[in-house]
């Protein structure tokens, strides 16, 4: 079984990636739930027309911090009116990004904070960007106190900072870059959070787990990462899948 709670088709399409096969050997291996994931709310459209035969795929839409600089507030408009439709489980992804040039920090922030109320109001999860930003996103969420949480998309932090995201009702998705050696940090991460609390993720086309480091990344790399989470919880496969599964239906009431 696999599932993946974040991944890209639009950008996959643009990389060239077959989107037929692929879809056809998620469905071959038994592929639970996927989300796919809108940058931007205009991305939604083109997301279903690429992913509209597979019963399997949800969405979420949010409108990422290098939109900043934009007039956002009829993207934000046309983002709440999206929020109605059944399969758009959260809004994301969503968040700051201080790694990157993206306008100005007070840009980011007001924009994350829109959205964070949106979700508020709508009783959604978001799915949470955090690059080199941690401290403001806790800061931001404090002030929002959602009472739906979310997921901290491939995170990227340490325990203390994922545990102030589990006390905040978050899920904390390990995506390929935890089975990089250099990475042994989110191993010690993944060992001391609970289980039911444990998401996992492809961002595909980026950051491919080993074994297929370097090439292009697609949900079907989820059951690596799947490997690896068993292989380092000393938990049988078959047990992880089902509680990740579970973790995902209890997160979006599924």
């Known amino acids: 079984m696999l599932i993946d709670s974040h991944f890209h088709p639009v950008i996959m399409q643009e990389k060239g990636l077959n989107m ?8 071959r291996m038994d592929t639970k739930y996927a989300i796919a994931i809108a940058t931007h709310p205009t991305e939604i459209q083109i997301i279903k027309n690429i992913c509209n035969t597979q019963p399997y795929i949800y969405y979420a839409s949010g409108i990422y911090p290098s939109f900043c600089t934009e007039n956002y507030d009829i993207i934000l408009e046309e983002l709440e009116n999206q929020l109605s439709t059944e399969k758009i489980l959260a809004i994301g992804e969503i968040g700051l990004d201080y790694y990157h040039n993206y306008g100005t920090k007070e840009k980011q922030k007001k924009l994350f904070k829109k959205q964070l109320l949106l979700a508020e109001k ?14 403001d996103v806790f800061i931001c969420l ?30 904390i998705s390990f995506a390929g870059n935890i089975t990089y050696k250099n990475n042994t940090y989110l191993t010690d991460v993944l060992k001391k959070i609970p289980q039911d609390r444990i998401l996992i993720e492809t961002d595909s086309p980026f950051l491919s787990p080993l074994p297929v480091r370097g090439k292009p990344n697609t949900p079907l790399n989820t059951a690596y990462i799947m490997d690896f989470i068993s292989d380092k919880l000393k938990i049988k496969r078959t047990s992880i899948e089902t509680q990740i599964i579970n973790n995902f239906k209890t997160l979006f009431k599924l």
């Open 122 to 135: 709508h009783r959604k999860p978001v799915i949470l960007h955090i690059r080199d930003s941690f401290e």
């Open 20 to 27: 037929t096969a692929i879809f056809s050997e998620m469905q």
């Open 142 to 171: 404090k002030e929002a106190k959602l009472s739906s949480g979310g997921i901290a998309h491939c995170f990227s932090g340490n325990y203390k900072q994922a545990k102030t995201l589990l006390d905040m009702g978050f899920y």
